[in-house]
């Protein structure tokens, strides 16, 4: 636990209204109820508290005093190597409350980087809400570039899974560069539910989502059903929800989270199913809406493969094409002739994630035949 002297006051930035809040009072109810009273959500975590949880083979930490910087104090872990595993030097900090599905959380904190083995000198920090004990699930997985000065960062994220109150931790991962990191004061906010999650139907599983197509007139003509996104998803680790894009992408988009990377992106997958057979020599374009929420390579950008292809072995197929997907979303496109013939209701267009340990987003998509 820590000391009394390790007792953070509670100072935050205001994150939709944008000014500095200050409220200069030992660190008990009314401080923490007069914080409340401003901040845009609800307090999930205590961030009076510093006595934080860390583990991880060779990590060391101490608390310094960081005056007039994120609460006075922060937490100064040292990771003594990279690894491609960031999970294995970490930081649990609990939270006071737990997950519901759908519901939307903005975590904000100070941190800075005393030092980084890395090509541009900032640390790497990784960021994921968790279940605080086996099997460790969890969703929001973001891997953040730290700099050299102060500064509070934010992530956001939309929960995908339950999780009780007492068993819910924010996660930080450090172990993907050989550095030292500071840590301030954290605040994880509850923003409410926005409703991300398909609700259960009552014969059980997930109710359809429709999507909401554009009424335009496309230049082929259409070989999938572009309102649907109830798309097979494989793979060994993977986990996936169906988030709400309020304006983008037809409303909904699948969320596919690949734990780890891959020489064989195709071990994780999505099938979008095509409505009639493909022919030799036939010209097909994609175009789909995609982002990337989190991704742990070198250009911090995501990797996604797309393929058409048969839907049983020996899953022969065309057009292999990688893309690298941006943070921001948008229509992204890839043209392929076809070298082979596929029957109908055997034809797919495979989306592949297992590139890069990674977490994506694939809104609407649009196949079409290009034919004249």
């Not at 199913?273 to 036939?282: A, V, Y």
Request: some cysteine; proline content about 7%.
């Amino acid at each position: 636990m820590c000391g009394k002297g390790w007792v953070l006051p509670v100072v935050a930035v205001a994150l939709l209204a944008g000014g500095m809040i200050s409220v200069p009072v030992r660190a008990d109810e009314a401080a923490l109820a007069a914080l409340q009273a401003q901040l845009p959500g609800k307090l999930m975590n205590d961030p009076t508290r510093l006595d934080w949880a860390v583990y991880g083979q060779g990590q060391k930490n101490k608390r310094v005093k960081t005056p007039g910087i994120g609460g006075g104090a922060a937490l100064q872990v040292t990771s003594p190597s990279a690894s491609d595993a960031a999970h294995n030097i970490g930081v649990n900090v609990p939270l006071t409350a737990g997950f519901t599905p759908g519901q939307a959380i903005t975590v904000a904190f100070w941190a800075r980087t005393v030092s980084a083995d890395t090509p541009d000198k900032q640390g790497k920090l990784g960021l994921r809400l968790q279940l605080g004990e086996a099997p460790y699930s969890g969703f929001g997985d973001t891997m953040l570039a730290i700099g050299t000065e102060w500064k509070m960062y934010e992530a956001r994220a939309q929960a995908n899974m339950a999780v009780e109150p007492g068993k819910a931790v924010l996660g930080l991962q450090l172990a993907a560069a050989k550095q030292v990191l500071e840590i301030g004061q954290i605040f994880v906010l509850d923003m409410g539910v926005k409703a991300a999650v398909a609700p259960a139907a009552a014969a059980g599983g997930a109710q359809p989502i429709r999507l909401q197509v554009p009424d335009v007139k496309f230049p082929g003509r259409l070989i999938n059903d572009p309102g649907s996104i109830d798309w097979a998803v494989y793979g060994a680790g993977q986990s996936n929800a169906k988030v709400a894009t309020p304006g983008v992408g037809g409303g909904y988009a699948l969320r596919v989270t690949s734990p780890a990377a891959s020489d064989k992106p195709y071990s994780i997958g999505v099938s979008v199913p095509l409505t009639e057979g493909i022919r030799p020599g036939q010209p097909v374009t994609v175009a789909f809406w995609a982002r990337t929420v989190s991704a742990e390579t070198p250009d911090g950008l995501g990797r996604l493969g797309l393929r058409v292809q048969m839907n049983a072995a020996p899953y022969s197929g065309f057009g292999d094409t990688m893309l690298p997907v941006g943070p921001d979303w948008k229509l992204h496109q890839a043209q392929a002739v076809s070298s082979l013939e596929i029957a109908p209701g055997s034809a797919v267009l495979g989306f592949q994630l297992a590139g890069a340990r990674q977490v994506l987003e694939i809104g609407q998509v649009y196949v079409l035949d290009m034919s004249k």
